[in-house]
């Protein structure tokens, strides 16, 4: 394993230990702090980019709310003028007498009908609006994530990640697809219910206000209880699909270890505790269902009470009572109901804090406002001057120390050492992954610090020793580095990598769909596939990584004769532990423990004697370096 493997390896592997965990704990205090719903205002800049849907969601909520409010006074007139007899309100007039009711009945029914249509379009244009938000708010964050260097990655682990962009987003397009409609909805009608119930009589009004307080109490009381178990049950489902991520990930290796036992347990823990707290939540949230509902239900029917004597003594009619009754059900369920809403934008707020919080994320490797543009064309001229570099999870175990040398354009330089040493870690630096503690690394003679990090990648076509592909097509996969590329490209590219011959085979061929990191493919058979991928890139900086660990012998000495010619006229640095592949290179550098100790052509090395020919001796024991001197 290389220096960068092995340092990338330790990265991850202490993150997800004491260093992910103070990363947690961390996350998860500063999200205790989202106890309003003010974070949720960062969504209104996604929320006015369509003034087009506001304008008429709240054209059709203003009209649905007021349409709401109109019903209760019909039920009033066809209370009182159509259910009272003989004793009718003068307020009626003839209005029962032959068959004049009827018109009221039908124009009850129309406003129904219109409400029916305009809650309809109301329900359209938030729905969308809100599908609209997740959507633009997902590809941002996701854009994001890609900006960011791999240190993040090493403190912050993906299954994290991957909640915050799935679970979290869905919180908030329910608030910004339903609840806030809702809300909205449920104040305008609430508030113009109250109002109108003060005008139908202000004693029962004042009854049914007196409820508010008793309401409000185990709303002040638990709400924050259910905030709070909210996010521990989001943090506990977090890790139960990190750790199934990381099982099915590896889904051979746990196989091969009989883990399924163990494995299966685990997950089985981590989804018991996320059950656990999810239980909590629902049992305060009943408690709180509870006391809420009582106190409703007996306010009512105390009202209810009052009205009946004050209809016996004719203060009020009965159509008044039902209009009443009507508006106060009204803002009573809306209340009941901006509590349930309530709930839920708190939970999408800490949502929103832990998005936003992404987005906050900034890279370690920022670009410069004044990046030099590379020099057109790139002749591919690399340069280390005293490089010194450690990784940030690593501080003190240098990964490279005070590394110097220089490729010329064209040239093949190959890169050897034991595992550890530092050579993968060179190849990191050079495409910018990291940035060094000190030195300089340039390419064609500029510091790439200075120089825009993408602009450097595009110059460079990289084989890694793992090559990992991706979901899609074969055609798609060695197309990745370069997406305009024409099938007769492709194909070439295949042919120079000796994959032609297996990819015809396959059922569809160069449309033959891979699925998840082309399991069904063999190792060489993905190496294969990634050298073409670097073949049809054209870069003038070519990066080998271990580029035919993967291949059998028949296979390598193909492909090794394709890269030869792939290497000519560009710079070409090659990482490689076998003989074969570094004998041929220009000029040789050998690392130990982050140091070049020895520079030069391989049969030069042999004949010093050096950790060149005892690092030859230990691959392909005495016989095969004699025979190279």
């Known amino acids: 394993m290389s220096q960068q493997d092995a340092s990338a390896s330790d990265a991850v592997d202490e993150a997800r230990g004491s260093g992910f965990a103070a990363e947690l704990e961390r996350d998860q205090a500063h999200r205790e702090k989202a106890k309003t719903v003010q974070p949720l205002r960062r969504l209104l800049p996604y929320i006015t980019r369509y003034p087009g849907l506001l304008a008429a969601f709240s054209a059709f909520l203003v009209l649905a709310s007021g349409l709401t409010l109109v019903l209760p006074a019909a039920f009033r007139l066809v209370v009182d003028c159509g259910f009272a007899g003989d004793v009718r309100p003068a307020s009626c007039g003839t209005l029962g007498d032959g068959g004049g009711l009827g018109v009221y009945f039908m124009a009850g029914m129309a406003v129904a009908v219109l409400l029916g249509l305009a809650s309809a379009f109301r329900f359209y244009f938030i729905s969308r609006l809100g599908e609209r938000v997740v959507a633009d708010l997902r590809r941002d964050v996701f854009a994001h994530l890609l900006s960011l260097d791999p240190g993040f990655y090493a403190r912050t682990r993906t299954g994290e990640v991957l909640s915050r962009l799935t679970t979290d987003t869905t919180l908030i397009q329910t608030v910004v697809g339903s609840s806030i409609s809702v809300a909205l909805r449920t104040v305008a009608t609430t ?169 906050a994320a900034r890279s370690t490797l920022p670009v410069r406002e004044s990046a030099l543009p590379l020099a057109q064309p790139v002749r591919g001229a690399i340069g280390f001057d005293a490089v010194s570099f450690s990784y940030p999870s690593r501080p003190q175990d240098p990964a490279l120390r005070d590394v110097s040398f220089s490729v010329e354009p064209g040239e093949t330089v190959a890169i050897v050492g034991p595992s550890g040493a530092g050579k993968s870690t060179v190849f990191q630096l050079l495409l910018r992954l990291y940035d060094p503690q000190s030195g300089e690394v340039r390419l064609d003679g500029v510091d790439i610090r200075d120089l ?90 070519l990066l080998l990584d271990e580029a035919t660990s993967a291949l059998d012998s028949e296979s390598e000495q193909l492909i090794q004769s394709a890269v030869e010619r792939l290497s000519q006229g560009r710079t070409t640095l090659v990482i490689a532990h076998r003989l074969a592949t570094v004998r041929s290179a220009d000029r040789i550098i050998v690392l130990e423990d982050g140091l070049v100790v020895d520079t030069g052509r391989h049969e030069v090395l042999l004949a010093r004697g050096g950790l060149y020919a005892r690092y030859v001796e230990l691959q392909f024991g005495q016989d095969g370096a004699t025979a190279d001197r």
């Open 191 to 359: 508030t113009g219910a109250l109002v109108l119930m003060v005008v139908v009589s202000w004693q029962l009004a004042l009854l049914v206000l007196a409820l508010g307080p008793l309401m409000l109490g185990p709303i002040l009381l638990f709400g924050r209880r259910i905030q709070r178990l909210s996010r521990v049950s989001q943090d506990n489902l977090a890790d139960a699909s990190a750790r199934a991520g990381e099982t099915l990930q590896a889904i051979e290796t746990v196989q091969a270890f009989t883990r399924e036992t163990e494995e299966s347990t685990r997950f089985a823990d981590a989804v018991e505790m996320t059950f656990g707290a999810s239980m909590r939540r629902i049992v305060v949230r009943s408690i709180m269902t509870a006391l809420i509902f009582s106190v409703i239900l007996t306010g009512l029917i105390a009202v209810l009470w009052f009205g009946a004597v004050q209809v016996q003594s004719g203060a009020i009619t009965p159509g008044a009572m039902t209009q009443f009754v009507m508006y106060a059900f009204v803002a009573v369920s809306g209340v009941a109901m901006l509590t349930e809403t309530y709930t839920e934008m708190m939970r999408a707020a800490g949502a929103t804090e832990r998005l936003m919080e992404l987005l």
């Open 452 to 541: 825009d990090p993408r602009a450097v990648r595009q110059e460079m076509a990289i084989v890694q020793q793992n090559a990992p592909l991706f979901s899609g097509s074969v055609a798609d996969n060695i197309r990745f580095g370069r997406p305009g590329a024409s099938d007769a490209d492709v194909r070439a590219a295949a042919q120079a990598a000796n994959a032609d011959g297996f990819i015809a085979a396959l059922p569809q061929g160069y449309d033959t769909a891979l699925g998840e990191r082309a399991a069904t493919l063999s190792g060489g058979q993905r190496q294969r596939l990634a050298i073409a991928r670097a073949i049809l890139r054209d870069a003038p900086v």
